[in-house]
């Protein structure tokens, strides 16, 4: 079975750190560009980030620009979301995708995905 599974997740206080890491079942990730949403209590999916499968290069949402890091380690087939200084407001279910050229440069669009993981919660609270 194709899936991406991602974890890493928790409750976290603010201004503490996560890493989220997503990884795939059933196939690599060499080839796929792969971006972060996340989904908010009440709130529309949203992206939080993307990254391309050569070069690579990233994109970041401005809410995360500077606290956020996104990186890959084929090797390990993994891609992984580094979250520091985090806030009430990165609370929501965080997910990946997995999608080809077109995936980041549509994001943070909801196109271009091949595949979703089913979610992690990140809960950032006192």
């Known amino acids: 079975q194709l899936q991406l599974v991602e974890s890493g997740g928790g409750l976290v206080q603010p201004g503490g750190s996560l890493r989220l890491s997503c990884t795939a079942s059933?196939?690599?990730?060499?080839?796929?560009?792969i971006a972060w949403f996340r989904q908010a209590p009440g709130k529309e999916r949203e992206g939080v980030s993307c990254?391309?499968?050569?070069?690579?290069?990233?994109n970041y949402a401005d809410s995360v620009k500077g606290r956020f890091t996104i990186s890959r380690d084929n090797a390990k087939n993994m891609v992984y979301l580094q979250m520091n200084s985090l806030e009430a407001e990165d609370t929501g279910v965080y997910y990946c995708?997995?999608?080809?050229?077109?995936?980041?440069?549509?994001?943070?669009?909801?196109?271009?995905?091949?595949?979703w993981g089913k979610g992690i919660l990140v809960t950032v609270s006192s």
């Open positions: 995708a997995a999608g080809g050229i077109r995936l980041c440069v549509l994001w943070p669009l909801l196109a271009g995905m091949d595949y």
């Open positions: 990254i391309t499968s050569s070069g690579p290069s990233t």
């Open positions: 059933g196939f690599t990730l060499d080839d796929y560009a």
